[in-house]
């Protein structure tokens, strides 16, 4: 299933962007922070791959963030929804068709480090993939067998650092590690997890990543810690605490990438 193109482009009658982001949990304030506005439901784009979890809404939107045109996806479907590592794909080739180089992801995520709380935002270095998928699974071409060394743009993390500090912000940088979800990890995953080198975990992004490579974007990727990982503090896990943490950090986020947008 691919995105119906004309359609999509008689939407955005002439409007285009550089850069898109993708927004998680907690991140969905930005979508509403955007000037001249242009909003389309996931629904009214045939082909268009919509999320049924609750906090991510669904729509496309255009519109201006800091003077930068771009393209917010407010709401990503997830592998755990439908067992389908490659469910973002439609959208991310819809978005490179319509002149998108660069790729910002965002997520809300647990932390394995005791120095990384929740609040806080992680920029996402590089991740690990010890799920068994990947989204280009069956993809036929030789294209298939993409490279994965810079995964996540050096230029544009040093923007991302340098966005920080102007404003202030502690931004470290560290690993994201894939889980499919939708259960959370046991806690004797998370260690596992910090003992392969993880500093954060979480259930999107590394797919959209390997596609977005596939597909020729640049990608810049952050982390908004909602809680520390399974075990870490006794205490269960759920989305609820998900929800109602993650727009700490993504208010901090949504700083950062007002202020590095410019400079990508
Ligand atoms: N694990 C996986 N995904 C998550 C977590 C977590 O602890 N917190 C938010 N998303």
Excluded: C
């Excluded at 506005?37 to 791959?49: D, M, N, Q, T």
């Excluded at 230029?155 to 959370?184: D, K, N, Q």
């Excluded at 004797?188 to 910090?194: G, K, Y």
């Excluded at 993880?198 to 990608?219: C, H, Q, Y």
């Amino acid at each position: 299933m691919s995105v119906d193109l004309n359609v999509l482009k008689d939407q955005l009658d002439g409007r285009t962007a550089r850069i898109a982001l993708i927004l998680g949990s907690g991140l969905g304030g930005l979508a509403g922070d955007v000037d001249e506005a242009l909003r389309i439901p996931y629904a009214e784009i045939p082909g268009f791959p919509q999320s049924g979890v609750s906090g991510h809404s669904g729509e496309l939107v255009w519109g201006k963030l800091a003077g930068v045109p771009v393209i917010l996806l407010s709401g990503r479907i997830h592998y755990y929804e439908q067992g389908d590592a490659a469910a973002m794909r439609p959208a991310l080739e819809a978005l490179r068709a319509l002149g998108v180089e660069i790729l910002v992801l965002t997520n809300a995520a647990g932390s394995t480090r005791e120095d990384l709380p929740p609040g806080s935002v992680m920029l996402i270095d590089d991740h690990i993939n010890y799920s068994g998928l990947n989204p280009l699974i069956g993809e036929p071409s030789d294209a298939r067998f993409t490279g994965m060394t810079e995964a996540y743009d050096a230029g544009l993390r040093a923007h991302m650092r340098a966005a920080a500090e102007a404003e202030g912000v502690t931004l470290p940088g560290g690993v994201y590690m894939w889980f499919s979800g939708p259960s959370f990890e046991t806690p004797a995953e998370v260690r596992m997890a910090r003992l392969l080198g993880a500093d954060a975990l979480g259930m999107s992004t590394v797919p959209e990543t390997i596609l977005a490579r596939f597909l020729g974007l640049k990608v810049v990727a952050a982390s908004v810690v909602t809680n520390y990982g399974a075990g870490m503090t006794g205490a269960e896990l759920s989305h609820a605490e998900t929800k109602d943490v993650a727009p700490q950090g993504g208010a901090i986020l949504a700083r950062i990438l007002k202020a590095a947008l410019p400079r990508f």
